[in-house]
């Protein structure tokens, strides 16, 4: 049986725009990309984080950041060259606000885990 897995924290919140693509052109074959791909992404190339210190914010092994920044970085590649469309959407993530400090940490973790035991209801 396969491990579980692991959510990735997003503390940059949700993305403002989900959807990029060529101007003046829609392609019916979309490249989705995940929002955990996307924070990746966001804190690796735009806030120029270390993998590792990228990893830490996520909340995972640097080897998975590793691999979720490879898969996007195919994506976006893709859709550079083939002029396709970007969705971003879905993935295995739980929403945190930007947290500096352990106890906040803990706290969103505690928080996520009391919203989602609350949905299950």
Not at 12 to 24: D, N, Q, S, V
């Amino acid at each position: 049986m396969p491990r579980p897995k692991k959510c990735r924290r997003i503390s940059g919140g949700m993305p403002e725009y989900t959807r990029f693509g060529p101007k003046g052109k829609r392609n019916n074959s979309a490249i989705v990309m995940t929002v955990d791909e996307y924070e990746t992404l966001r804190l690796i190339d735009y806030e120029n984080l270390m993998q590792e210190e990228a990893a830490k914010k996520l909340n995972v092994a640097r080897t998975t950041t590793q691999s979720i920044y490879a898969v996007a970085r195919k994506k976006v590649s893709t859709a550079l060259v083939e002029g396709k469309d970007i969705i971003i959407e879905g993935g295995d993530i739980e929403l945190c606000p930007p947290c500096h400090h352990r106890q906040h940490q803990n706290r969103c973790r505690k928080q996520f885990t009391q919203d989602f035991e609350e949905k299950d209801e």
